[in-house]
């Protein structure tokens, strides 16, 4: 049974930094794409960011270029998203996404709260 577990949320100060987790378990991890999608109350979910099943390349959304960063550790099964200078815009449940055509499988997400 795949599992993708989500931690590292939690309130943190505009113009400060958290980092996400999102463990992964039951699949191939190394075979799959990993993305951080969000969704802030009363909106879509929206792409945050991806990276490839090795690492090579990485992608995100204008709104977060420059401040956040994914990763991964193929060993470890696990997917990271650095954030930093963040902004009350920021604040939302983050999921992470592992998607290799047709399969794609869902964490349950872990709130963010941006707030002084």
């Known amino acids: 049974q795949v599992q993708l577990v989500e931690s590292g949320g939690g309130l943190v100060q505009p113009g400060g930094s958290l980092r996400l987790s999102c463990a992964a378990s039951?699949?191939?991890?190394?075979?799959?794409?990993m993305s951080w999608y969000r969704q802030a109350p009363g909106q879509e979910r929206e792409l945050v960011a991806t990276?490839?099943?090795?690492?090579?390349?990485?992608n995100y959304a204008d709104s977060v270029k420059g401040r956040f960063i994914i990763s991964r550790d193929n060993v470890k099964n696990t997917v990271y998203l650095q954030m930093n200078s963040l902004k009350p815009e920021d604040t939302a449940v983050y999921y992470c996404?592992?998607?290799?055509?047709?399969?794609?499988?869902w964490g349950k997400g872990a709130l963010v709260t941006v707030s002084s």
């Open positions: 039951g699949l191939t991890f190394s075979s799959y794409y």
């Open positions: 990276i490839t099943s090795a690492g090579v390349t990485t």
């Open positions: 996404k592992a998607y290799s055509y047709p399969k794609a499988y």
